[in-house]
């Protein structure tokens, strides 16, 4: 339905601009004055029926345009899904991250969402400090989340894949570095993905010992744990998504031990403070946060 | 009085007398040069970004500085270069065109121009202390909080708009009463010439949309200042409430940006057509309807922003209603062609190319006028396509048929073709390999605004195309520059009417004397220049033989009197200037602006506007 909308409109824009442009360059190239142009051309001022014409007509073009237009408005906009059957995912945007809670899960993530193929899902859009905007390019329109409100935007994702998805709306210093991944399963591996989340935590580790030693629970969470912080994105399975930092940098030992040693040079801006951590915590922290599964 | 003496006339007298003038000749001057060196700090600010953006996790400049550049190249192109490259023109040519001898408040004129260049300066100040605002030029709340943006970035922004926006609506008003109440004696609306209609439709939508744009600037300088909450979300408010306010100003402000390039090309084409313009009622009363529905569109720039469907559908059908105005006029302009006798020259192939890529940004516009394609486009490089085809392709190709039109009318030379020619080609070679290839960046599902984006988008060529294209648009800028330069050392004399045109303007001798018309004319056609020389009878004449009218009585002897200059206008613009950039230093400074302001006004007022002993002109002048 929206890509008939879409391609609709290119194709009646496409026509209309060859034959505009068509007439202009032939109008400019036809009567270019020649040698023999010496008198003057007629003076003519107008014609009232040519005038009628090139408004009744693109008028009538809109109208096909139009109507497809208001139709697809109120078919996506109009009328939610019926809450029982969909799939509800609170998004909540950060400066500069994704929080998705799936309340009826009972699962908390950040900045990578799996979801089960072939279900509608109802996303509630809202944010915790400026207005941003949610966009999976190849799953739907934007969204903005704007703070203090809440909007809501849903689909039906029916194929197999992931899907790349970036703030829209610009939300400050680290804008561009607001991505996230959308991955769309089976719903089998979907529920094992639930499942994995919400799995016992190792907490009678040294790793996780030095986590709270290093205060990193003060903003970050770890589900089944006393790491219960809210102003950073959760680390719950943290160490099984394949990007790190709102989806700029793959999650790799390397690039996580880079970003607890210098937070702000990878995302400029960052919330996260340099905690001027030794680099065998640092290595004891990586390795912790990479055995969260 | 040979055209070497008048040359100096208009603009000898050294550089204080520039400080004081009141002649709206010479404030376009000032206009059009001021606006032309910060198209080069724009321009600038332009390769910047394009450098960085030209490959992947680029480090040209960091995230803080190129937020701070699209910021700047966005408030810079549409306040300091567009507006007043227009404004440039309207101050020059306006009075010209409707035969009159000056604005209606020629010391408002000029205090127009002083407040917009200190805004102007207040605004790029922000550049030396290294602040310069970063919340883009449409500055969403509540990104402009004091939370979010807590340095003095967005202050300058908001103050320095403010400050502009004096300007602007002051020359509104000067211009709409000049339009209204000055046009020489026979020039009904329907005789006025299209550039002045256009200039009427555009100050009248200053005047209805910078207050809009004003009270919020108020709201989040009071936020910002004094702790109020109109955009707190915290406090209950709704960051909503600025992206109205901004977009009832920002929608009018497209088509304040666009309409005086569709005037122009509404007189360019017939003067190089050898025709008049096909359908001029049209053409007007099109122009008319897109300044009207202009402000019932404002929300297209909000369909992400989920107001509901109703106010959706209703937004997106007005906003494409506009497109059919905006087709009327370039059928019209097309028909204006056909069956002319085109003569090529610079100015028509840059009213040409206007039409050309204007088609382009239009069509574009339908597109996202369409909510359900809109949701996918906004925000998005299409858009950043979009709107250059619309204000560079438009906008900047209008304003330089503009400028290679009356520049000859202006200085009293030509700029030279062959230079002309190139500039043109460059620039539009330029022009789409910088802009068209945003168009499928945008369907990739580029956003906009972004400092950086990874290596496996796909979006490296494209964006390595538009880095190129910005170059080749930097060199054609240079080529007209070059030109500039040369013409006023060496071009070739203009003469009074080098393009055998059909307007006022052409009549009185190049550049213009300081009193413009030694007799007031008397008009009536449309084309009254051009009956002038080709028609039955003379048509510019105190003696015209109207049909119908007895013969007049031969004019009486007049002398001139022309407003004798002035420092107030440039001391209370200082004022001004000081008084909201010592917002930024301390109340101390603000006092001072403030007295300054006072006293700048009050010996304004009190300064007779005719100085006893002020040269006069004409007949009855002392010799």
């Known amino acids: ?293 | 009085m040979t055209a070497r003496a008048e040359h100096h006339s208009l603009y000898g007298g050294g550089p204080l007398s520039w400080l004081t003038t009141v002649d709206h000749k010479r404030i376009g001057v000032l206009y059009g040069v001021t606006a032309l060196l910060y198209f080069v700090v724009g321009g600038f600010e332009a390769i910047l970004i394009r450098l960085q953006l030209a490959s992947p996790e680029s480090t040209v400049l960091g995230a803080e500085s190129f937020n701070q550049m699209f910021t700047m190249h966005g408030t810079t192109m549409v306040f300091l270069v567009l507006m007043p490259l227009a404004a440039a023109l309207f101050n020059f040519m306006v009075p010209l065109m409707i035969g009159a001898r000056d604005v209606a408040f020629p010391r408002l004129n000029a205090f127009s121009y002083w407040t917009f260049l200190f805004g102007s300066i207040l605004l790029n100040l922000s550049l030396f202390i290294g602040q310069a605002p970063d919340a883009g030029w449409f500055g969403y709340a509540n990104l402009t909080s004091k939370q979010f943006s807590p340095g003095m970035g967005i202050d300058f922004w908001v103050l320095s708009l403010l400050v502009m926006g004096v300007a602007s609506l002051a020359a509104g008003v000067n211009f709409v009463v000049t339009i209204l109440n000055m046009r020489a004696p026979g020039m009904s609306l329907m005789r006025m010439p299209l550039f002045v209609w256009m200039a009427l439709i555009v100050q009248i939508l200053i005047l209805l949309a910078f207050p809009a744009i004003t009270v919020g600037l108020v709201f989040l300088l009071f936020d910002r200042f004094f702790g109020t909450h109109f955009y707190i979300p915290a406090a209950g408010a709704t960051p909503l409430l600025w992206q109205h306010l901004f977009w009832i100003f920002g929608h009018p402000e497209v088509y304040i940006l666009i309409l005086p390039s569709f005037g122009i090309v509404s007189e360019v084409l017939p003067s190089f057509a050898r025709k008049p313009l096909f359908g001029a009622p049209f053409v007007i009363f099109s122009g008319i309807l897109i300044a009207f529905l202009g402000f019932g569109v404002w929300s297209h720039h909000m369909f992400a922003s989920g107001l509901g469907p109703v106010p959706d559908t209703a937004f997106s059908l007005a906003t494409m209603l506009i497109a059919i105005p905006t087709g009327v006029k370039i059928f019209n302009w097309i028909a204006t062609l056909w069956n002319g006798h085109i003569v090529y020259r610079t100015p028509l192939y840059f009213a040409v190319g206007m039409v050309a890529l204007f088609i382009i940004g239009g069509l574009s516009g339908i597109m996202h006028s369409s909510p359900p394609i809109d949701l996918q486009q906004t925000d998005t490089y299409f858009v950043v396509a979009h709107l250059h085809y619309v204000f560079f392709g438009g906008t900047v190709f209008g304003l330089f048929a503009g400028i290679y039109y009356w520049w000859p009318k202006i200085t009293g030379r030509l700029l030279g073709e062959r230079l002309g020619t190139l500039h043109f080609w460059l620039m539009m070679v330029g022009m789409n390999l910088t802009f068209f290839p945003m168009h499928f960046l945008g369907m990739d599902g580029m956003p906009r605004r972004i400092y950086t984006y990874a290596p496996d988008m796909g979006w490296d060529d494209w964006n390595l195309a538009a880095t190129v294209g910005a170059f080749v648009i930097a060199l054609s800028v240079l080529v007209f520059y070059v030109n500039a330069v040369k013409s006023a050392r060496s071009g070739a004399p203009a003469g009074p009417d080098p393009w055998d045109a059909a307007t006022l303007e052409w009549t009185t001798s190049s550049p213009p004397p300081e009193y413009n018309f030694a007799i007031t004319p008397v008009v009536n056609s449309a084309r009254p220049f051009w009956l002038h020389k080709y028609g039955p009878t003379r048509a510019i004449s105190t003696r015209t033989r109207e049909e119908g009218t007895p013969p007049q009585p031969d004019a009486p002897v007049e002398t001139i009197d022309l407003p004798s200059p002035s420092w107030w206008p440039l001391v209370a613009s200082a004022g001004l200037g000081i008084l909201m950039g010592g917002a930024l230093v301390g109340l101390g400074v603000v006092l001072l602006g403030a007295a300054i302001l006072v006293v700048g006004v009050f010996a304004w007022a009190l300064q007779p506007l005719e100085r006893p002993g002020h040269p006069a002109f004409g007949p009855g002048a002392p010799a």
């Open chain 1, 1 to 293: 339905m929206l890509l008939d909308v879409y391609q609709d409109v290119i194709w009646w824009s496409v026509g209309i601009f060859v034959v505009v442009e068509a007439l202009l360059l032939f109008a400019v190239l036809r009567f270019r004055r020649r040698p023999d142009d010496t008198g003057m051309p007629d003076q003519v001022h107008g014609h009232t029926a040519l005038e009628v014409g090139w408004t009744l007509i693109p008028a009538a073009i809109l109208f096909f345009i139009a109507i497809p237009t208001v139709r697809t408005i109120f078919l996506t906009q109009r009328d939610p899904p019926p809450q029982a059957d969909a799939l509800q995912v609170s998004v909540v945007g950060h400066q500069w991250w994704w929080e998705f809670q799936l309340p009826e899960l009972g699962v908390v993530t950040a900045n990578e969402l799996h979801l089960p193929r072939g279900r509608t899902v109802l996303f509630t859009l809202t944010s915790a400090d400026v207005i941003h905007s949610f966009w999976i390019p190849r799953l739907g329109g934007k969204r903005d989340l704007n703070p203090g409100e809440e909007n809501r935007i849903w689909f039906t994702p029916d194929s197999i894949g992931v899907y790349e998805g970036q703030c829209a709306e610009f939300c400050g210093a680290s804008h561009a570095n607001m991505r996230m991944r959308i991955f769309v399963d089976e719903p089998d591996a979907f529920e094992r993905w639930v499942e994995t989340l919400k799995g016992p935590a190792p907490i009678d580790t040294t790793g996780f010992t030095t986590f709270l030693a290093s205060g990193c629970a003060a903003c970050h969470a770890i589900a089944g744990t006393p790491a219960q912080g809210k102003i950073g994105p959760t680390l719950t399975g943290v160490g099984r998504r394949t990007t790190i930092a709102a989806g700029i940098l793959p999650n790799t030992p390397e690039h996580l031990a880079n970003w607890l040693r210098s937070p702000d040079s990878v995302k400029p801006g960052a919330l996260m403070p340099d905690l001027n951590m030794s680099e065998t915590r640092i290595d004891t922290l990586v390795t912790f946060l990479y055995g969260l599964q």
